[in-house]
T-cell receptor, first 111, second 115 residues
């Protein structure tokens, strides 16, 4: 499987700050880039996703930035809250192919 | 309005026993994917099925593991003669395909412990 590299592995952010998680991919055939949020003991929940025809997508406090030429995309969480503390996974796929996941970022938002 | 359902949520098996994990996709979804997650790691693809067909099993070990998605009923991931290394969380996801990239929705997972 083609890799998706995610960084950082862990992140601590003050309440109200901006959390930024980055991912890079190799396979130029990828055309779908979702982010998933996972709480301990739960399944991953689809948070937001982007397709390469746009460079940015915003949903509430969550924004994906996409750089096709650099083969990179990132998740920004504005006004981070303690309830955002979770593990975040980026992923990529093309068509109906299985998702290729990054290794995850454990986010802790502290008051 | 049920999401993806998986059962059991927790499963304990002794080495050498069989484990059967079930997944019912979201209503209207005909694509099922199985992923495995080891502690502190991301999800690794195992197998992709449509009704009565295995589309891609490139991530599934050649021995002891099998999967099916019958015309009626849930998808089943079967692990025969389990070993300690099979202990992990197993997630299934489902999607509806009308062409193009399809959003995958995950179930709550089955946590398998092999003693």
């Amino acid at each position: 499987q083609q890799q998706v590299k995610q960084s950082p592995q862990s992140l601590i952010v003050q309440k109200g700050g901006i959390s930024i998680i980055n991912c890079a991919y190799e396979n130029t055939a990828f055309d779908y880039f979702p982010w998933y949020q996972q709480f301990p003991g739960k399944g991953p929940a689809l948070l937001i996703a982007i397709r390469p025809d746009v460079s940015e997508k915003k949903e509430g406090r969550f924004t994906i930035s996409f750089n096709k030429s650099a083969k990179q995309f990132s998740l920004h969480i504005m006004d981070s809250q303690p309830g955002d503390s979770a593990t975040y996974f980026c992923a990529a796929s093309s068509g109906n192919t299985p998702l290729v996941f990054g290794k995850g970022t454990r986010l802790s938002v502290i008051a | 309005n049920a999401g993806v359902m998986q059962n059991p949520r927790h499963l304990v098996r002794r080495r050498g026993q069989e484990a059967r994990l079930r997944c019912s996709p979201m209503k209207g979804h005909s694509h099922v994917y199985w992923y495995r997650q080891l502690p502190e790691e991301g999800l690794k693809f195992m197998v992709y099925l449509q009704k009565e067909n295995i589309i891609d099993e490139s991530g599934m070990p050649k021995e002891r593991f099998s999967a099916e998605f019958p015309k009626e009923g849930p998808s089943i991931l079967r692990i025969q003669q389990v070993v300690r290394g099979d202990s992990a969380a197993y997630f299934c996801a489902s999607s509806f395909s009308a062409g193009g990239p399809a959003e995958q929705y995950f179930g709550p997972g089955t946590r398998l412990t092999v003693t």
